[in-house]
């Protein structure tokens, strides 16, 4: 290149066009770098939105079926579950005729256990085993007739707790179609909880039940975790005995094949709550979890049923 004469200062044509180019160049690899970690970022953040979903579903839904009462799992499908958990345990203090009312003694209440009668899915079943190995009765329904507590009062105490002492009080529970008991027995309140899947607001959502309409007929759902792809993003598979064998068909309300279950496996499959270009994270997640109080499906190590 010709050197310049007095002048003539400045960049020629040619080299305003390198330098053009080349910031072109390197403002182009700027932004495929940025873009990429923005991509990035937000991939990350999708995938642990959707795993925070089913982390937090899975949590639940496991926590509630390991707690479920002894012939608490009520209607099992592929893709829903109504069980009864356990809201608190008592002694019953004096014998009581099937009926409208029971006087059993409890650990001090909290408020939440009379709060939960607002919800019409409570509920009360009485050990009537005269052995060591518990037999809890009736079973819990959807139907009409299931025992039902509408209201629960402080008693006096009364029959085996009236020597009662320390941080426990004597209730009254009152409602319909409750069971006979026997004074000492034991005593269960429970609630009556469903889970499924369904749409809200255009997506899907695991759902858990909230108590249920007037008369107890029907459960009242609000969504509880997702959003998840499809209504089959929860899947429940059902085993059986003491080998966990599994069943080719789920139980249904059949009190039989619900009575024989050792495990239910759940399954929970949710997308992230927003995408990105389109695209939503996904995540599967999964538990086994071993249900409490099945007696009837283990044995000592001499043959004889337990408790040993």
């Known amino acids: 290149m010709p050197a310049r004469g007095p002048g003539t200062a400045g960049f020629t044509l040619v080299e305003l066009m390198v330098a053009m180019v080349i910031a072109a160049i390197l403002a182009t690899a700027l932004w495929q770098m940025v873009r990429s970690q923005a991509a990035f970022s937000a991939s990350e953040s999708q995938r642990e939105d959707a795993q925070e979903n089913g982390r937090a579903a899975l949590e639940i839904v496991a926590a509630d079926i390991r707690a479920a009462l002894p012939q608490g799992i009520v209607v099992g499908t592929d893709t829903s579950l109504a069980l009864a ?21 409890f650990p001090t209440l909290s408020t939440e256990a009379f709060n939960v009668l607002a919800n019409n899915g409570t509920g009360v079943m009485v050990n009537t085993s005269a052995t060591s190995t518990p037999s809890w009765s009736p079973r819990p329904t959807l139907a009409g007739n299931r025992p039902a507590v509408a209201t629960i009062a402080a008693a006096a105490l009364a029959g085996s707790c009236s020597t009662a002492s320390g941080n426990v009080a004597a209730y009254q529970l009152s409602g319909s179609n409750l069971p006979a008991a026997t004074a000492g027995a034991l005593l269960v309140l429970y609630q009556m909880v469903r889970y499924d899947v369904a749409q809200s607001d255009g997506k899907w959502w695991v759902r858990r039940s909230n108590g249920m309409a007037s008369g107890g007929a029907s459960f009242t759902m609000v969504p509880l975790a997702g959003p998840v792809p499809a209504a089959d993003s929860v899947r429940f598979t059902y085993y059986s005995g003491a080998t966990a064998t599994m069943l080719n068909t789920a139980p249904g309300a059949d009190a039989t094949l619900l009575d024989g279950l050792s495990r239910v496996k759940v399954k929970v499959t949710t997308i992230s ?30 043959g004889a049923p337990a408790p040993c």
Do not use: E, F
């Open 273 to 302: 709550s927003a995408g990105y270009n389109g695209v939503y994270a996904t995540s599967r997640d999964s538990a086994v979890i071993l249900l409490r109080n099945r007696v009837r499906q283990l044995s000592c190590a001499t």
């Open 85 to 105: 958990l356990p809201k608190a345990w008592g002694v019953v203090c004096a014998d009581a005729a099937a009926g409208a009312s029971i006087t059993a003694v």
